[in-house]
Each structure stands twice: as structure tokens, then as C-alpha cells.
């Protein structure tokens, strides 16, 4: 059983997926989970989940509220609590995924692919210039990626300088530091559910004043983008490319024109 999303979907790419018999609210990728019971989001009932009767619980350790979590392990059902707060624990998690659920050579193999992919952006980004750039989780009120999270990780590997990298976890920001300081590039998650929320912000909210109205922004798939897993790695090449060409555009308008 899975309670987070991102753990859904690493049981899915480690070839696993068939063993899930209960997964979080919002487990939505791959589409085969979209079938799978329910067992709540991320404070989940731990008497629903014990009902399950599962073998092994994967649960996060930076999203999922440790009570049910403490629940479950007095109750003796088995507890694999992993961490989605770098991109070096996401590839961390799914290896351990993997072994416990008896699958470890996929678990080594999809972690040595990202790994190697991950690899590739760096070397790509590396000598670029590094726009200020700023990744809002949430519109409003505004709500960023800082310091130690897996979200910090794909912008500096991108090639970006986080403007919040003084700031740790995940930091409101007011509306008056949006309107003043200096963003050159503004990430956003984009999904069916969020765009609405994004399109007030950007008209009227937070997002339609000052410096911020400057920067270019770069929507990316939001539970891509949002989840500790493997299609971050994904995400991370997205972002990669998108600055490339950004910076190309630039080079090629010359001074006069930036």
C-alpha cells in the first residue's frame, strides 16, 4: 500500500504495481492506479488502512502525518518510511522501494538511468549563466521552494539560482517581495486544477504587479513537477531546455535588445 502519490508511482516504475491494493487520494499516474482503492490523502485513516490487511505500508516522511504512520506500526503491520526531500532521496527511495517489494535489479537500473540523466543536465547546464529564478508551488498566497527540498535540487542542477535559496522548506512569500525583487525566471505548476488559480493570480493577485511581471515564465506538468519520483527527473530536463533556450534567445537579440 502506498499513502503518497510519488510512492504510487515508484511501485508502478519498479514493475510493482499489480501488488498495491490501496494507494492515496490523488494517485492518479500511471492510469492503472487510477483503479486502485482509495484509502485517503496524506493523514490517512490507519484503521482503513489496517482493514486492508497489507504487507507493507510505504509511507512518506515529509508529507504523511506521523500519528496514522505510528498507529500502523503499533498495530504490527510493516512501516517503509522514505524521504522525497532531495533528488538524491528520491533515487535513495525507490532502490529501498524496490527491495522490499523483491524487485532491487529494477530498482538499481531505473535509479542508474535517472541518475545518468540527471548527469546529462548538469553537464549541459554547466558555464550557462544562472537566471534568478523563483518555482511558486502555490499562486495564493504564494508558496515557493527554498532551501533543502527536492524542488531547490531541479533548479540549481537546471542551471537556475534559486531566489529563495536563503529561506528553508516551503516559504510563503508576500506580495510586496514579489513585486520587487529580481526574478528573471518564474516556474509554475500547471494541471487543469491549477491554471484557474494561476489566471487570478497573473490578472489581478499577486502575480500582476511589479518586477514579477517581468520574468518568463515556464509552466511545467504539475504532478510531475510536485511529486518526489521519477518523472521529476523528467521535469528536471524540461526546466534544462527551457533556459537553454531562453538564454539563446537572448544571445541572439544581443545586448542592446535584453
Same mark, same amino acid.
Given at each position: 500500500?502506498?499513502?503518497?502519490?510519488?510512492?504510487?508511482e515508484?511501485?508502478?516504475?519498479?514493475? /510493482?504495481?499489480? *501488488?498495491?491494493v490501496?494507494?492515496?487520494?490523488?494517485?492518479?499516474?500511471?492510469?492503472?492506479?487510477?483503479?486502485?482503492?482509495?484509502?485517503?490523502?496524506?493523514?490517512?485513516?490507519?484503521?482503513?488502512? @489496517?482493514?486492508?490487511?497489507?504487507?507493507?505500508?510505504?509511507?512518506?516522511?515529509?508529507?504523511n @502525518?506521523?500519528?496514522?504512520?505510528?498507529?500502523?506500526?503499533?498495530?504490527g503491520?510493516?512501516?517503509?518510511?522514505?524521504?522525497?526531500?532531495?533528488?538524491? &532521496?528520491?533515487?535513495?527511495?525507490?532502490?529501498?522501494?524496490? /527491495?522490499?517489494?523483491? =524487485?532491487?535489479?529494477?530498482?538499481?537500473?531505473?535509479?542508474?538511468?535517472?541518475? *545518468?540523466?540527471?548527469? /546529462?543536465?548538469?553537464?549541459?547546464?554547466?558555464? =550557462?549563466? $544562472?537566471?534568478?529564478?523563483l518555482?511558486?508551488? !502555490?499562486?495564493?498566497?504564494?508558496? &515557493?521552494?527554498?532551501?533543502?527540498?527536492?524542488?531547490?535540487?531541479?533548479?540549481?542542477?537546471?542551471?537556475?539560482?534559486?531566489?529563495?535559496?536563503?529561506?528553508?522548506? !516551503?516559504?510563503?512569500?508576500?506580495?510586496?517581495f514579489? /513585486?520587487?525583487?529580481?526574478?528573471?525566471?518564474?516556474?509554475?505548476?500547471?494541471?487543469?486544477q491549477?491554471?484557474?488559480?494561476?489566471?487570478? @493570480?497573473?490578472?489581478?493577485?499577486?502575480?500582476?504587479?511589479?518586477?514579477?511581471?517581468?520574468? $518568463?515564465?515556464? =509552466?511545467?506538468?504539475?504532478? *510531475?513537477?510536485?511529486?518526489?519520483?521519477?518523472?521529476?527527473f523528467?521535469?528536471?530536463?524540461?526546466?534544462?531546455?527551457?533556459?537553454?533556450?531562453?538564454?539563446?534567445?537572448?544571445?541572439?537579440?544581443?545586448?542592446?535588445?535584453?
Amino acid at each position: 500500500m502506498a499513502l503518497a502519490p510519488n510512492l504510487t508511482e515508484i511501485v508502478f516504475a519498479v514493475g /510493482a504495481g499489480s *501488488s498495491l491494493v490501496g494507494v492515496s487520494e490523488y494517485s492518479d499516474y500511471p492510469e492503472a492506479a487510477r483503479s486502485i482503492p482509495r484509502v485517503g490523502g496524506l493523514d490517512v485513516s490507519a484503521e482503513r488502512v @489496517a482493514s486492508m490487511q497489507p504487507d507493507l505500508v510505504l509511507a512518506s516522511q515529509d508529507g504523511n @502525518a506521523r500519528g496514522p504512520v505510528l498507529a500502523l506500526e503499533a498495530a504490527g503491520i510493516p512501516v517503509l518510511a522514505v524521504s522525497g526531500g532531495s533528488l538524491d &532521496a528520491v533515487l535513495d527511495s525507490i532502490r529501498r522501494i524496490a /527491495a522490499r517489494l523483491g =524487485r532491487a535489479g529494477e530498482g538499481e537500473r531505473l535509479a542508474a538511468s535517472l541518475a *545518468s540523466r540527471r548527469q /546529462a543536465v548538469r553537464a549541459r547546464a554547466a558555464g =550557462r549563466p $544562472h537566471p534568478r529564478a523563483l518555482l511558486l508551488v !502555490w499562486p495564493d498566497p504564494p508558496q &515557493a521552494a527554498g532551501r533543502g527540498t527536492f524542488l531547490d535540487d531541479v533548479l540549481a542542477e537546471s542551471g537556475a539560482e534559486n531566489v529563495l535559496k536563503g529561506s528553508a522548506g !516551503w516559504p510563503l512569500v508576500s506580495a510586496e517581495f514579489l /513585486a520587487t525583487a529580481s526574478v528573471d525566471v518564474l516556474v509554475i505548476p500547471d494541471s487543469p486544477q491549477t491554471r484557474d488559480a494561476y489566471a487570478r @493570480a497573473f490578472a489581478s493577485g499577486p502575480l500582476s504587479r511589479g518586477a514579477i511581471t517581468k520574468a $518568463h515564465v515556464v =509552466r511545467l506538468s504539475e504532478s *510531475s513537477l510536485t511529486r518526489p519520483g521519477p518523472r521529476v527527473f523528467e521535469v528536471l530536463e524540461q526546466l534544462e531546455a527551457s533556459l537553454a533556450k531562453d538564454q539563446r534567445r537572448k544571445e541572439e537579440r544581443g545586448p542592446r535588445d535584453r
